[in-house]
């Protein structure tokens, strides 16, 4: 059986706060050594090889894979922002090899299967699962999900979610052990006797109008209706309603993550008023 604890921390101080996730997880953790672990922080515009010498001082054989978020979401405080969180995992059947697979955007096949390949020698055995963090910005245009599939197989469940940066949108970094990256992506192998099930949910939605995409290439949308970008994709009314909800958010409680997203979305409002919106019928453009 797989067992795990965690801790989270939204400290005015980053690095005291993960002096205080590690202290309460080593608590709950008793004489237990932990094999494996996942560290996210949202704290931005920090010493984060400090961070996780911290962790690793208190858990010198840990294998750590984490990364930046956009916030973080537990069980204890719910969703939180300018925050820290530890998971420790611990199974007495269950081996873990961490790797890393770096600069995935400019070879990232070669990038995936090496970081991969090193991942299955630490743990000398076929593993039974993946747990994977790649750069959330830099593979925007990269189809990762088919990468994956290719290197790791078909069969092999894996999990996990891109790295973020709150909604800065200029770049985000990855952890192993105790090197940070950026343009890379985590890998943390399990294997042995390990039942799992998997569930899927989707929150939003459709409704409103249809519109046709215009451009696209692969994962990236250049134009939807004859608009470019952003405004594009919520439409005029939608991108002016959700704009005015989070300016006010942001003006009311100051929420980094509502003020940073309005930022976005007040340039492609300015941008789309200078112009109506047409359709064009050249698609090369």
Same mark, same amino acid.
């Given at each position: 059986?797989?067992?795990?604890?965690?801790?989270?921390?939204?400290?005015?101080?980053?690095?005291?706060?993960?002096?205080?996730?590690?202290?309460?997880?080593?608590?709950?953790?008793?004489?237990?050594?932990?094999?494996?672990?996942?560290?996210?922080?949202?704290?931005?515009?920090?010493?984060?090889?400090?961070?996780?010498?911290?962790?690793?001082?208190?858990?010198?054989?840990?294998?750590?894979?984490?990364?930046?978020?956009?916030?973080?979401?537990?069980?204890?405080?719910?969703?939180?922002?300018?925050?820290?969180?530890?998971?420790?995992?611990?199974?007495?059947?269950?081996?873990?090899?961490?790797?890393?697979?770096?600069?995935?955007? @400019?070879?990232?096949?070669? %990038?995936?299967? #090496?970081?991969?390949?090193?991942?299955?020698?630490? =743990? /000398? *055995?076929?593993?039974?699962?993946?747990?994977?963090?790649?750069?959330?910005?830099?593979?925007?245009?990269?189809?990762?999900?088919?990468?994956?599939?290719?290197?790791?197989?078909?069969?092999?469940?894996?999990?996990?979610?891109?790295?973020?940066?709150?909604?800065?949108?200029?770049?985000?970094?990855?952890?192993?052990?105790?090197?940070?990256?950026?343009?890379?992506?985590?890998?943390?192998?399990?294997?042995?006797?390990?039942?799992?099930?998997?569930?899927?949910?989707?929150?939003?939605?459709?409704?409103?109008?249809?519109?046709?995409?215009?451009?696209?290439?692969?994962?990236?949308?250049?134009?939807?209706?004859?608009?470019?970008?952003?405004?594009?994709?919520?439409?005029?009314?939608?991108?002016?309603?959700?704009? @005015?909800?989070?300016?006010? %958010?942001?003006? #009311?409680?100051?929420?980094?993550?509502?003020?940073? =997203? /309005? *930022?976005?979305?007040?340039?492609?409002?300015?941008?789309?008023?200078?112009?109506?919106?047409?359709?064009?019928?050249?698609?090369?453009?």
């Amino acid at each position: 059986m797989i067992e795990t604890v965690f801790s989270v921390s939204d400290d005015f101080d980053p690095l005291a706060g993960v002096g205080k996730v590690v202290d309460d997880c080593r608590e709950q953790l008793g004489s237990r050594i932990p094999p494996a672990g996942n560290f996210f922080t949202s704290c931005l515009d920090v010493d984060y090889s400090q961070m996780l010498a911290e962790i690793h001082t208190a858990f010198p054989d840990i294998e750590l894979i984490g990364c930046t978020t956009d916030g973080e979401i537990t069980q204890r405080a719910g969703f939180s922002e300018d925050s820290s969180a530890l998971l420790i995992i611990s199974a007495d059947h269950i081996r873990f090899a961490a790797s890393i697979a770096e600069n995935i955007s @400019e070879d990232s096949g070669s %990038s995936v299967e #090496k970081g991969f390949r090193q991942a299955k020698d630490k =743990l /000398a *055995d076929e593993p039974t699962l993946a747990l994977v963090l790649p750069d959330g910005m830099s593979t925007l245009s990269v189809p990762i999900d088919a990468i994956l599939r290719s290197v790791m197989g078909e069969s092999l469940p894996i999990f996990g979610g891109s790295a973020g940066d709150g909604l800065r949108l200029k770049q985000t970094f990855q952890f192993q052990g105790e090197r940070v990256f950026t343009n890379a992506m985590p890998i943390l192998l399990l294997a042995g006797a390990l039942d799992m099930a998997v569930d899927i949910a989707i929150g939003p939605q459709p409704h409103g109008d249809f519109y046709p995409v215009d451009k696209a290439d692969g994962n990236v949308i250049y134009r939807i209706d004859g608009v470019k970008g952003l405004a594009g994709f919520y439409g005029f009314a939608r991108l002016s309603e959700l704009l @005015e909800h989070l300016e006010g %958010s942001a003006n #009311k409680r100051e929420y980094r993550t509502a003020q940073a =997203l /309005a *930022d976005v979305l007040s340039s492609h409002v300015n941008e789309l008023r200078q112009q109506k919106p047409h359709v064009v019928d050249d698609l090369a453009n």
